[in-house]
């Protein structure tokens, strides 16, 4: 890559702006969602939101969740089946279990209450999946610009380094790599509320 | 620049592009999950008066600025002491945000699409400027393209401008 070209640098740094500009936006949103929602949502409901919140924030299943798809596969598996992963730091056990007991408190609750929860639980997930996302294109393309390699497999796979989530390696594969995305990729899930809440 | 890196430069785009348009189907989705949310709300309210066409409002029959307009009439009349009314003002805020995040994702695409389209053209800065303010859609996002063209962008809005362009 013509990491000299100066109009490639002027784009790299203006996207990587305009994105922290979206990210700064996500996380005052999300900030504002929950103190806003602590006003009218009871104490469990509350403390769900938190728990979720606490979920995404903790390193270890960040960790777990960006770098390993069976890992991730494991603590989905876990919410359902009430067991956790063998491996799993107690932290992280901790945190999934008061979310998972969270939700089931939550679930018994009525219509009203159970649909607020849900959208504000929807609304993290959205703001985290766009954080991972953004992140994503800022990464690879400062690999596209810092080139230190001619060799071009090299490059990509060092972009890939960078791609987390099911939709960001899927988009990867079909137009950088040109190739079916690998079949345990294609396990990752998303859809974390919807196997809580439904 | 060489073909080759040309090529991966583009195949970069279109993932990046791609990346971007999922989160932008995501924020639609999300909007229809709130819509069911407030409608699930709205039809446990004693008083259902003036919330007929939000009950029966379909995501797919709406854009996301219409069910905004819509939500925000139904706010303006709701009983401020009734909790279950209180639930629709988080909803409305998190339908504010994701609409505002969809916008902004589109500039971005926007403005990659520049990119691809000038890298290899000798065009000025104040040509170029004037091509990336056409997807500019915030006034964040004015003053972090006055950074770069400090010379053809203004960091804040002109009160007498009249572009036309509506920022929120």
């Avoid at chain 1, 932290?91 to 009525?110: C, H, N, P, T, Y």
């Avoid at chain 2, 819509?35 to 409002?57: F, T």
């Avoid at chain 2, 004037?130 to 010379?151: G, N, T, W």
Wanted: aromatic share 6%; charged share 25%; proline share 1%.
């Amino acid at each position: 890559m013509n990491a000299r070209n100066p109009r490639d640098q002027l784009f790299y740094q203006l996207i990587s702006d305009l994105a922290q500009d979206v990210m700064k936006d996500t996380q005052s949103a999300t900030d504002q969602t929950i103190n806003l929602s602590a006003q009218f949502l009871d104490a469990e409901s509350q403390n769900l939101v938190e728990n979720f919140q606490g979920l995404y924030e903790s390193d270890e299943i960040s960790r777990l969740a960006q770098n390993n798809a069976e890992n991730v596969d494991c603590i989905f598996e876990a919410t359902k089946t009430n067991s956790f992963c063998p491996d799993s730091d107690s932290m992280a056990s901790e945190q999934l279990s008061a979310v998972q007991q969270g939700v089931e408190e939550v679930i018994r609750k009525d219509t009203a209450i159970r649909a607020e929860v849900n959208v504000i639980l929807g609304s993290m997930q959205f703001a985290e999946l766009l954080r991972q996302h953004l992140a994503g294109v800022c990464a690879s393309f400062g690999v596209l610009m810092d080139a230190k390699t001619t060799n071009e497999a090299k490059l990509k796979e060092d972009m890939l380094t960078h791609m987390h989530t099911y939709d960001e390696r899927k988009a990867f594969y079909a137009h950088v790599m040109h190739q079916d995305m690998p079949v345990e990729d294609e396990e990752i899930t998303q859809s974390l509320i919807d196997q809580l809440i439904g | 620049m060489d073909q080759r890196n040309t090529e991966l430069a583009l195949d970069w785009l279109n993932y990046a592009q791609a990346s971007l348009d999922s989160r932008i189907q995501h924020a639609g989705q999300a909007t229809e999950k709130v819509l069911v949310a407030v409608q699930a709300i709205s039809s446990q309210l004693n008083d259902k008066q003036d919330l007929g066409a939000l009950i029966s409002l379909r995501s797919d029959q709406a854009s996301t600025a219409e069910i905004l307009h819509l939500l925000r009439d139904v706010l303006d009349h709701l009983d401020t002491q009734n909790d279950l009314a209180q639930l629709i003002s988080p909803l409305f805020s998190t339908l504010q945000f994701e609409d505002r995040t969809r916008q902004k994702l589109e500039s971005i695409l926007g403005i990659l699409s520049i990119w691809a389209e000038v890298r290899n053209e000798d065009i000025t800065d104040k040509v170029l400027s004037a091509r990336l303010m056409q997807h500019v859609v915030s006034l964040e996002q004015q003053a972090i393209l006055a950074k770069y063209f400090p010379d053809y962008v203004q960091a804040e809005a002109d009160d007498d401008d009249d572009d036309g362009i509506d920022f929120f």
